[in-house]
């Protein structure tokens, strides 16, 4: 195939059937869609291109045009290409880099990174006074300098798939569309415009909408909470919305590696579990043959540094011992909490030292007085070491909106600390009771 763009070559990337001896599946065919194989390395790719493509050329390089994003992730990294390519610069904007491989591949591309402060890890368009918010608002004002793709909102994320990933699809499956598609929800453009391609096609097939358990983080993946902050979400695109932990992600991602010759991260790797465990329960009632299609959106090599803090056993190291990853569903649900009142009651009397788990970003932005700030991840650092507080000072742990501060408030409990608490909500919940935050 010959090409005058590299641009050419994004999009119709193969489908592949996986081995029913991997997936042990009966009665479906079970198929990957490689959107790893796009150029630069992603699903986003095709996104990328059709948000920027009609812009570029009016974003002449005299006139200092820059393309500028809410990325920390492959979109940024499709649009710091093409950015180049057409003589711009591009802005990563976010408020919080949580990948070192992809943050140095953007270095390297020449992007520039501005960090932030957000209330939350992800843009919550209806709190007017975060600076993520609003800095959002400024890049969508019509008289805005920027060539803002706007991916969260913008249509053009899901025609890229509704015109290309899902057509193609039905024409790799001899003209037919799948009985289900399984798909990861991160700006829902891939999941909304592929079952909107498919079931114009056959109104019957079954969408399976996979999110990231409410206390993981798997790139590239929302929680159900901020898949309702996107503007591009629906929920009634999906049959069904399941949560897929991060180790049952890297676990897929195994499977697909080791079993199938995929090297797919953890993205495609959690879209393959979540597709095997919502068809193994349908497998054995089928009477007929039907088919089904996942998306594998990138590639592992991006992805080692966040493999290796989860499971080092895989490269050779010992298993970390206090780990949230081995708590139990039961010891998470039964994890010490605290409401808004009585966190308000409780710190009035000078007793517990309030920790904030959240990105220093979102600490500047607005925090509960008195609270130190140690990020989540630094936080699990700490614990894998011990107690990093004396068993006589209680301690109120709080993050976005809960999840993360009850698994570290199960651990410590575990790990013999009497009086820990997890802030029910965390601060999304603290801001809306209107209860006081301070900003540095």
């Given at each position: 195939?010959?090409?005058?763009?590299?641009?050419?070559?994004?999009?119709n990337?193969?489908?592949?059937?996986?081995?029913?001896a991997?997936?042990?599946?009966?009665?479906?065919?079970?198929?990957?869609?490689?959107?790893?194989?796009?150029?630069?390395?992603?699903?986003?790719?095709?996104?990328?291109?059709?948000?920027?493509r009609?812009?570029?050329?009016?974003?002449?390089?005299?006139?200092?045009?820059?393309?500028?994003?809410?990325?920390?992730?492959?979109?940024?990294?499709?649009?710091?290409?093409?950015a180049?390519m057409?003589?711009?610069?591009?802005?990563?904007?976010?408020?919080?880099?949580?990948?070192?491989?992809?943050k140095?591949?953007?270095?390297?591309?020449?992007?520039?990174?501005?960090?932030l402060?957000?209330?939350?890890?992800?843009?919550?368009?209806?709190?007017?006074?975060?600076?993520?918010?609003?800095?959002?608002?400024?890049?969508?004002a019509?008289?805005?300098?920027y060539?803002?793709?706007?991916?969260?909102?913008?249509?053009?994320?899901t025609?890229?798939?509704?015109?290309?990933?899902?057509?193609?699809?039905?024409?790799?499956?001899?003209?037919r569309?799948?009985?289900?598609?399984?798909?990861?929800?991160?700006?829902?453009?891939?999941?909304?415009?592929?079952?909107?391609?498919?079931?114009?096609?056959?109104?019957a097939?079954?969408?399976?909408?996979?999110?990231?358990?409410?206390s993981?983080?798997?790139?590239?993946?929302?929680?159900?909470?901020e898949?309702?902050?996107v503007?591009?979400?629906d929920p009634?695109?999906?049959?069904s919305?399941?949560?897929?932990?991060?180790?049952?992600?890297?676990?897929?991602?195994?499977?697909?590696?080791?079993?199938?010759?995929?090297?797919?991260?953890?993205?495609?790797?959690?879209?393959?579990?979540?597709?095997?465990?919502?068809?193994?329960?349908?497998?054995?009632?089928?009477?007929?043959?039907?088919s089904?299609?996942?998306?594998v959106?990138?590639?592992?090599?991006?992805?080692?540094?966040?493999?290796?803090?989860r499971?080092?056993?895989?490269?050779?190291?010992?298993?970390?011992?206090?780990?949230p990853?081995?708590?139990t569903?039961?010891?998470i649900?039964?994890?010490?909490?605290?409401?808004?009142?009585?966190?308000?009651?409780?710190?009035a009397?000078?007793?517990?030292?309030?920790?904030?788990?959240?990105s220093?970003?979102?600490y500047?932005?607005?925090?509960?007085?008195?609270?130190?700030?140690?990020?989540?991840?630094?936080?699990e650092?700490?614990?894998?070491?011990?107690?990093?507080?004396?068993?006589?000072?209680?301690?109120?742990?709080?993050c976005?909106?809960?999840?993360?501060?009850?698994?570290?408030a199960?651990?410590?409990?575990?790990?013999?600390?009497?009086?820990v608490?997890?802030?029910?909500?965390?601060?999304?919940?603290?801001?809306?009771?209107?209860?006081?935050?301070?900003r540095?």
């Open positions: 195939m010959r090409y005058d763009s590299i641009t050419e070559a994004i999009g990337t193969p489908l592949v059937r996986i081995d029913p991997v997936h042990g599946l009966r009665n479906i065919d079970l198929y990957a869609k490689l959107e790893l194989l796009n150029p630069f390395g992603s699903v986003k790719d095709r996104a990328a291109w059709n948000m920027a009609p812009r570029l050329e009016a974003a002449l390089p005299e006139r200092g045009g820059q393309v500028v994003e809410l990325s920390s992730g492959n979109t940024a990294k499709a649009l710091a290409v093409l180049g057409h003589g711009l610069t591009f802005k990563s904007v976010t408020n919080r880099m949580r990948i070192p491989e992809i140095d591949l953007l270095l390297l591309l020449g992007a520039e990174i501005e960090e402060p957000g209330q939350s890890e992800c843009l919550d368009p209806t709190a007017t006074d975060d600076p993520l918010t609003l800095f959002h608002r400024a890049l969508s019509p008289d805005s300098a060539l803002h793709t706007d991916q969260y909102f913008n249509p053009r994320n025609e890229a798939h509704f015109t290309g990933t899902g057509p193609e699809i039905v024409k790799d499956l001899d003209g569309a799948p009985d289900w598609f399984i798909a990861c929800v991160g700006t829902a453009g891939s999941s909304t415009g592929v079952a909107r391609a498919l079931r114009e096609h056959d109104p097939v079954r969408v399976a909408g996979l999110v990231a358990a409410k993981d983080f798997i790139p590239g993946i929302r929680t159900i909470d898949a309702h902050e503007g591009l979400f009634g695109t999906y049959d919305i399941d949560a897929v932990t991060a180790d049952e992600a890297i676990e897929g991602m195994l499977t697909l590696n080791r079993r199938c010759g995929i090297l797919a991260g953890p993205t495609g790797g959690a879209a393959f579990f979540g597709a095997i465990r919502q068809l193994r329960a349908v497998d054995e009632e089928l009477t007929e043959r039907q089904a299609v996942f998306i959106c990138d590639r592992v090599e991006s992805y080692l540094s966040y493999v290796r803090q499971r080092p056993d895989l490269f050779g190291r010992p298993r970390r011992r206090n780990s990853a081995d708590l569903p039961a010891e649900r039964t994890a010490p909490a605290i409401g808004v009142t009585d966190a308000q009651a409780w710190i009397t000078g007793a517990p030292l309030v920790v904030d788990l959240r220093p970003h979102a500047a932005a607005l925090h509960i007085d008195g609270s130190v700030n140690i990020v989540d991840e630094l936080f650092e700490l614990l894998h070491g011990g107690l990093p507080f004396s068993r006589n000072r209680p301690v109120l742990l709080a976005p909106v809960g999840e993360k501060s009850a698994r570290h199960a651990l410590l409990t575990r790990m013999g600390h009497p009086d608490r997890s802030l029910t909500g965390g601060i999304i919940a603290w801001r809306d009771a209107g209860a006081p935050l301070v540095d």
